[in-house]
């Protein structure tokens, strides 16, 4: 397997050689996970491999643990096809979601991902709104947005649509409609498909993801990729492998998780999407305003002189309560872990005490 194709960087080269262990240890990459079992390509093939005790143990946290598209550093045992897992290599980028619950607790669906589709179909639902949030999740994630418009042939009126997506696609993110139906704009989507390179397509269902990725695998290779697994009770389960080359060279991840996304944690991804709201708030009268009817409100005026469109605050507005509400949620969770770290120093005292 050559792993410079499947997107080992320098960067991961050297992060790998900072850990300064063993000669025997290797670099691979996380191409399924399957409670808590691993498949990992690497030099000397595919391994199957767990995380060591001693990982485990310092991990507190779901997001600790290796996820798909995650760089790790592993012990293999090839002539079994196992291997160990002893550390996870920095993150370049991360999809997660909080998980169902009372806790806002992250999980994470994917990892190290260049460039992210964010797939809209060209019928009559196309929602900009939505697009927005994907925008901002795709910001946050720390990999590249490119909106895909697929469907092309079903619109009547490409034109004006391209025009209204790329009014809100701003920082210059590519806007690009494809037609899987006349094989149109495939094209334009081949720079972001070079080897080396990691991608994942977003999108709500019914959009075209699968015919998407069939049309990017060349036949319906997808029913090739799957395999069988062992549970931990032993039984075997067929599983999708959520990592594939493709012919070009590129990588492809494809997790059910990437498809039911939900926003997770304020951060800067929130000014990129907005940025002209979030100028404009800089000249408001007051520092904390809410943009409703107070005196001297630059985006309300905005509004008022059509420079912005007052759907845009209304999405904004929206987003800000979301986030606020996952935060609160988010804050009892650092309260609970907390409590469970200081359990945890208690406990080793107590087990040294022993000694
Ligand atoms: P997914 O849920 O996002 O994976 O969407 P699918 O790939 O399953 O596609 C949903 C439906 O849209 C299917 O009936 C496809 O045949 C259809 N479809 C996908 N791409 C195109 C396209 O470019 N043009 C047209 N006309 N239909 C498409
Ligand atoms: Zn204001």
């Known amino acids: 397997m050559n792993l410079v194709a499947m997107g080992l960087t320098e960067t991961i080269k050297n992060d790998f050689h ?3 262990t063993n000669d025997e240890m290797i670099l691979g990459r996380v191409a399924l996970e399957h409670k808590r079992m691993y498949r990992v390509w690497t030099e000397q093939g595919e391994l199957l491999c767990e995380v060591s005790g001693r990982f485990s143990f310092n991990a507190l946290n779901r997001e600790d643990f290796p996820a798909v598209g995650d760089w790790v550093a592993l012990m293999p045992r090839s002539n079994e096809g196992k291997g160990t897992i002893l550390a996870i290599m920095p993150r370049k980028s991360k999809f997660s979601r909080k998980s169902a619950g009372l ?3 992250e999980q994470i669906i994917a990892t190290n991902i260049d460039t ?3 797939v809209n179909s060209l019928n009559e639902d196309l929602n900009l709104r939505r697009i927005e949030r994907y925008l901002l999740l795709a910001w946050e994630s720390g990999a590249n947005p490119v909106i895909v418009l697929s469907k092309a042939d079903l619109c009547q009126d490409l034109e004006n649509m391209l025009a209204e997506v790329v009014a809100i696609s701003l920082g210059g993110v590519p806007v690009i409609a494809v037609s899987a139906e006349t094989m149109t704009g495939f094209e334009e989507l081949e720079p972001f498909l070079k080897p080396g390179k990691t991608i994942a397509l977003l999108g709500s269902s019914g959009v075209g993801k699968s015919t998407l990725t069939n049309r990017l695998l060349g036949e319906e290779k997808q029913l090739v ?3 069988r697994m ?3 009770k032993g039984r075997h389960t067929t599983t999708h492998r959520e990592l594939i080359l493709l012919p070009n060279g590129s990588v492809l991840i494809d997790t059910p998780g990437m498809r039911e996304l939900q926003l997770w944690e304020s951060s800067d991804g929130l000014t990129e999407t907005f940025s002209e709201i979030e100028e404009l708030a800089t000249q408001c009268r007051y520092r904390d305003c809410q943009h409703k009817n107070e005196p001297g409100c630059a985006v309300v005026k ?3 002189e059509g420079l912005i469109a007052a759907e845009r605050l209304t999405s904004y507005n929206k987003l800000q309560k ?3 509400f996952i935060e609160r949620k988010a804050d009892k969770r650092a309260q609970a872990e ?7 120093i208690n406990k080793q005292m107590k087990q040294r005490k022993s000694y």
């Open 18 to 20: 900072k850990l300064n």
């Open 103 to 105: 806790t806002a607790q």
């Open 116 to 118: 992210v589709f964010l």
């Open 225 to 227: 990729q799957d395999i």
């Open 230 to 232: 062992a549970d931990d």
């Open 302 to 304: 905005a509004i008022e």
């Open 322 to 324: 979301e986030l606020a």
């Open 338 to 344: 907390v409590k469970k770290q200081w359990k945890n």
